[in-house]
């Protein structure tokens, strides 16, 4: 090879080693790049790593620290919660699931009088035998092992029931333990020794205020009876003396008398009621009762007061509202007269309207509300709220004038919230008050009185009054009836109003100007003759004799019942435009009535005897004047014994029994005769008279075989229609209207 080829080989090699050389700088470069990328980032990482460790560590030190503070605070509450424990009076211990004590207060050792081995590892089973074996506990009835068997099964249970136990020392110990969910059981042993002593102390406290209750109520029954003895002669003579002829000033006296023992008997009736109530003795009769009756019945009690004063009382009872309802209607009774009687006496002129509304509930069920509203003095805002307490009334200078308990009000509320109601008042002082009470009462079986199927050409109407309310009252109730309704505030405006077409009016007795009579004899002169006009009056007796009656088609009492505009609307086109009385026998008719002379019978019926036992002579006299109208033959008995006897020597028809007698009283002497017709036969009625009116009196006369009730003082109407009631066939006539 030449050395030019040498030489060039050379050089190639050389060239080929440089290039070898500078690729490998470049891989040893990009080696030495890659390597410093790879330690930055592991550099990094390590700082990284250590700043983590630094962390935990710093976070180590502070959890031991945290740690340490929490023990130490529990260390802390324990020792609280342990003193806590020490300083309760009351025992206080813990048992494991074993039964075992883990620990106990102080007082919960002291318990078991400082025997040594009750200490925190003792089992509960060995508690209970040193209790029965030391004579720790008083077992009462029971054996010792009964009462540790009795001890064990309840502490066994899973909910152990808390249980008295008495100590040595005649402390009385309340155990409650309670089961938590691993088993561990809490006991608590608590003193109730002052609470068993109370108790006690509460105990006999309660016996002698029972016993105080009953001398109470039995010298309310007493005093009943003692005030209704003497009340029954002065009330029944003050009513004989108002049927003789009196001037006007013995009449004054008469009635002032009458009034004033009545007014006694109110108060005497409030009494009992309200010591009946206080005691929750009074006792409520639910029965079917017609409720807008029982509101006209009270009206017509009231009546006359209220006229007096010139007042007119209204009733706006929903047309479509049932009228029996099941309830007690005697004390529903004493409720409206309690209120309804508030208002006349707080009312010096204007009116008292009783509104009665109704909606039905459930089943047979209504919600009824009864509200009473005047235009009497009102009460104060503030007040109010005191009206319906014990012996309140509202004391003013307005009202001293008015006399009363100050119970009714008090007394109606008791009887509303027994029927489970309530009662409301809403007033403005000197523009009257509205009370009201709502009640829930089951509809009665029985018919209803039904809007009446009105004639055909009944369809106008026209209402004569001064009193705007009662208008109101009666368009609203014939408009729901559909008829067209005409008002006319006076006389004068009816006779000017007065057209064709016009079907009947009402007209109010008493009007200014020209008053209800004149009115229908104004009406009977012209076209309007055979329009039928009815007269509403609060006094339908005002005028039996009076001339111008012809010209009323009937007189209607004043507040005007459902039951009696049904009817008078019914019979509109039957019955013709005369009065509503029977018809007057013609001279004719007179004449030869009086010349007719009835046949003398020559066997005469006899007397109807009636027997009446009464030891009071004041009684007698007051008892015999009532009857003395009346054709019957009354004797006497002066005790239980006597009228036994005149049972049987007298045999009477009817018996007047009085209850209170010496030597044997009312309800034994009707045993007695009870027994004598068991052998005899026959039953003959036999009447309670009591001054005694304290509830369950009259439970206890009827059970003894009385037939009726009747509560001292009598009056004259009840005993008349009492023997009117119980009269037989066979005897002459009672009364010589009955001929």
Not at 192 to 203: F, R
Not at 365 to 377: K, L, V
Not at 672 to 688: C, D, M, N, S, Y
Request: net charge negative; glycine share 8%; charged share 25%.
């Amino acid at each position: 090879m030449s050395l030019a080829n040498k030489l060039a080989d050379e050089r190639r090699a050389r060239l080929a080693a440089e290039r070898l050389l500078e690729l490998k700088q470049s891989e040893l470069s990009a080696a030495n790049r890659k390597l410093g990328r790879h330690a930055l980032a592991l550099t990094r990482q390590i700082g990284e790593t250590q700043a983590e460790v630094a962390t935990v560590r710093d976070e180590n030190e502070k959890v031991k620290s945290d740690l340490t503070v929490a023990n130490e605070k529990i260390e802390i509450a324990e020792r609280r919660l342990w003193h806590s424990i020490q300083t309760i009076q009351d025992g206080f211990a813990f048992y494991d699931v074993d039964g075992t004590m883990i620990g106990a207060n102080t007082a919960y050792l002291g318990l078991f009088d400082g025997l040594e081995e009750v200490l925190p590892g003792v089992p509960y089973a060995r508690i209970v035998q040193l209790m029965t074996d030391e004579g720790i506990v008083n077992t009462e009835n029971l054996g010792a092992a009964d009462w540790r068997a009795m001890m064990t099964q309840r502490w066994e249970s899973p909910s152990p029931e808390p249980i008295v136990i008495r100590l040595w020392n005649q402390e009385y110990i309340k155990l409650i333990d309670q089961r938590g969910h691993g088993g561990d059981i809490v006991s608590l042993a608590l003193n109730i020794t002052a609470t068993v002593h109370y108790e006690a102390d509460l105990k006999t406290a309660r016996q002698k205020a029972e016993a105080a209750n009953r001398a109470k109520s039995a010298f309310l029954a007493n005093m009943s009876h003692e005030i209704r003895t003497p009340m029954n002669g002065v009330v029944g003579m003050a009513e004989l003396l108002t049927d003789s002829e009196l001037d006007e000033e013995q009449l004054l006296y008469v009635n002032t008398i009458k009034n004033s023992g009545e007014a006694l008997l109110v108060i005497i009736n409030d009494v009992l009621d309200y010591s009946k109530i206080e005691a929750d003795k009074l006792i409520l009769h639910p029965e079917p009762f017609d409720i807008e009756r029982c509101i006209h019945e009270v009206v017509m009690l009231l009546q006359p007061t209220a006229r007096d004063k010139g007042l007119d009382i209204l009733v706006d009872f929903d047309l479509f509202l049932p009228t029996r309802f099941v309830g007690d209607p005697g004390r529903m009774r004493q409720i409206l007269t309690n209120l309804l009687g508030n208002a006349i006496k707080f009312t010096a002129s204007g009116h008292v309207l009783i509104r009665v509304t109704g909606i039905h509930d459930k089943g047979d069920d209504f919600n009824i509300h009864i509200s009473i509203e005047d235009t009497g003095i009102g009460i104060s805002e503030d007040k109010i709220e005191h009206i319906f307490g014990e012996f309140n009334q509202v004391e003013d200078d307005r009202n001293r004038q008015f006399e009363g308990t100050g119970l009714g009000l008090a007394i109606s509320q008791r009887l509303i919230g027994k029927m489970g109601g309530s009662i409301w008042v809403d007033s403005e002082e000197g523009k009257g008050s509205v009370f009201g009470f709502k009640v829930t009462m089951a509809k009665a079986d029985g018919p209803e009185a039904e809007p009446p199927a009105l004639p055909k050409g009944l369809n106008q109407a026209m209402v004569v009054g001064e009193q705007s309310l009662n208008r109101t009252i009666l368009d609203k109730q014939l408009g729901q009836l559909g008829i067209e309704v005409t008002i006319c505030s006076s006389g004068a405006e009816a006779l000017e109003t007065m057209r064709d077409g016009i079907d009947f009016v009402f007209a109010e007795h008493n009007m200014p100007g020209m008053d209800g009579i004149e009115l229908a004899e104004a009406l009977s002169t012209g076209k309007s003759s055979e329009v039928p006009v009815f007269l509403i009056s609060s006094n339908p007796g005002f005028a039996q004799n009076d001339p111008a009656r012809q010209y009323l088609h009937a007189i209607l009492q004043k507040p005007l019942s459902r039951n009696e505009l049904f009817t008078r609307l019914i019979d509109l086109k039957t019955r013709g435009s005369q009065a509503d009385e029977a018809p007057q026998p013609t001279e004719e008719v007179k004449e030869t009535s009086q010349q007719t002379e009835l046949p003398e019978p020559t066997d005469k019926p006899r007397l109807m005897r009636v027997l009446a036992a009464e030891d009071n002579k004041t009684n007698q006299l007051v008892f015999r004047k009532m009857v003395k109208t009346l054709n019957i033959e009354i004797q006497f008995a002066k005790n239980g014994i006597e009228a036994v006897a005149a049972f049987t020597e007298f045999q009477p028809d009817m018996i007047f029994m009085d209850i209170s007698m010496p030597k044997m009283d009312g309800k034994e002497a009707t045993r007695e005769i009870r027994k004598l017709e068991a052998t005899q036969g026959g039953h003959v009625p036999i009447i309670a008279l009591t001054a005694h009116a304290m509830d369950g009196d009259s439970d206890a006369i009827l059970a003894a075989g009385l037939d009726h009730y009747m509560t001292k003082p009598l009056r004259k109407a009840a005993i008349h229609e009492r023997i009117q009631a119980h009269y037989p066939e066979d005897v002459q006539p009672i009364a010589p209207n009955d001929a």
